[in-house]
């Protein structure tokens, strides 16, 4: 039963508002582009990964997906933590492809795909940290503390896993398992943790406290690639021929290709949300669209259906996130 769904992580499509809102040939597009298909590639394993855990169905289980607690002064994440009267699992989602060498000497990963060598941090490193955090947020909120148990999932079916200098993998690096092995390692923790370790009262505090205490801020991600907010296009463009457009009597027209639109501004103040902050007033929407009117402005923003707050001058209209 999942108890915390997983959404399309907003910093996926914050990546891709910063990708269009860049002027072309920004020197960072190239490294944007790259954590960008990075985040989708991992995005996709862990919707692997729930498909397994869908086979979960006793009541037993309680799931938390994407989970981002607070451990002053900064916040952990956790991909998938699975919730049992018996025992904890957190699970490190990891969506490589190619061949992966673990070497436990150097506590590093290497995958090779297509010749290529790449080097990652040692998984197993980071899902014990987890496992020090999780314990350690526990004991911050006066919670009981269940045996807590980590696995490394590998979501993608045809990667290899390799072991540097021996025939298989040792432990604890036989905690990294494929997706489809899941189901298999749960039950074997099922038959080591027998006993009840958290009644229900306290799975709903537990439950309680997770939920409440999962971080939704937002996290600016023109500060993460150090950007300026001028280095963001103003402006409307055609989404034909990418000229700027013209708003006339209440439609955005482009000059160059003639093609028009009544919501070309749309996409362009969802992408204001997504890299500037969550509100926004007239003023700062002239800026950014690069129109005159406030009146204008004004029409745009009621047609929109936002929050407000403040009245007349000092409006400010608020996008929700997830
Ligand atoms: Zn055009």
């Given at each position: 039963m999942f108890a915390k769904d997983r959404v399309k992580p907003v910093k996926i499509d914050q990546n891709e508002a910063l990708l269009r809102g860049l002027v072309d040939n920004h020197p960072k597009i190239p490294l944007i582009e790259q954590d960008f298909k990075k985040r989708k590639a991992g995005f996709n394993g862990e919707k692997a990964v729930d498909y397994?855990?869908?086979?979960?169905?006793?009541?037993?289980y309680m799931i938390f997906n994407d989970l981002k607690l607070p451990l002053t002064p900064h916040h952990f994440?956790?991909?998938?933590?699975?919730?049992?009267?018996?025992?904890?699992l957190i699970l490190?989602?990891?969506?490589?492809?190619?061949?992966?060498?673990?070497?436990?000497?150097?506590?590093?990963?290497?995958?090779?795909?297509n010749g290529i060598?790449?080097?990652?941090?040692?998984?197993?490193?980071?899902?014990?940290?987890?496992?020090?955090?999780?314990?350690?947020?526990?004991?911050?909120?006066?919670?009981?503390?269940?045996?807590?148990?980590?696995?490394?999932?590998?979501?993608?079916?045809?990667?290899?896993?390799?072991?540097a200098n021996r025939q298989t993998l040792q432990p604890p690096y036989d905690k990294i398992i494929h997706a489809q092995n899941l189901i298999r390692e749960i039950s074997k923790l099922n038959s080591i943790y027998p006993e009840e370790k958290v009644n229900k009262r306290e799975l709903r505090k537990i439950k309680k406290v997770l939920l409440n205490k999962h971080d939704t801020n937002f996290t600016s991600i023109l500060n993460t690639y150090g950007i300026n907010e001028e280095e963001l296009q103003r402006g409307v463009y055609c989404e034909?021929?990418?000229?700027?457009?013209?708003?006339?009597?209440?439609?955005?027209?482009?000059?160059?290709?003639?093609?028009?639109?009544?919501?070309?501004?749309?996409?362009?103040?969802?992408?204001?949300?997504?890299?500037?902050?969550?509100?926004?007033?007239?003023?700062?929407?002239r800026k950014f669209l690069d129109l005159e009117s406030r009146k204008t402005a004004e029409k745009i923003l009621n047609s929109l259906n936002l929050k407000t707050t403040g009245s007349t001058k000092a409006t400010i209209y608020h996008k929700e996130f997830h």
């Open positions: 397994q855990l869908s086979f979960l169905t006793d009541k037993k994440q956790i991909d998938s933590l699975l919730f049992t009267p018996y025992y904890t490190e989602i990891k969506n490589i492809s190619g061949t992966l060498t673990i070497d436990s000497e150097f506590n590093q990963l290497t995958k090779n795909y060598e790449t080097g990652f941090l040692d998984p197993i490193m980071q899902a014990q940290r987890q496992k020090l955090f999780l314990q350690r947020f526990f004991y911050d909120y006066n919670l009981v503390i269940p045996p807590i148990e980590y696995l490394v999932v590998i979501s993608n079916p045809n990667t290899i896993l390799k072991m034909i021929c990418s000229e700027k457009m013209e708003r006339v009597y209440g439609t955005w027209s482009c000059s160059s290709c003639k093609f028009s639109s009544k919501r070309a501004h749309e996409q362009k103040i969802e992408d204001y949300f997504l890299l500037i902050k969550p509100f926004i007033t007239n003023k700062e929407l």
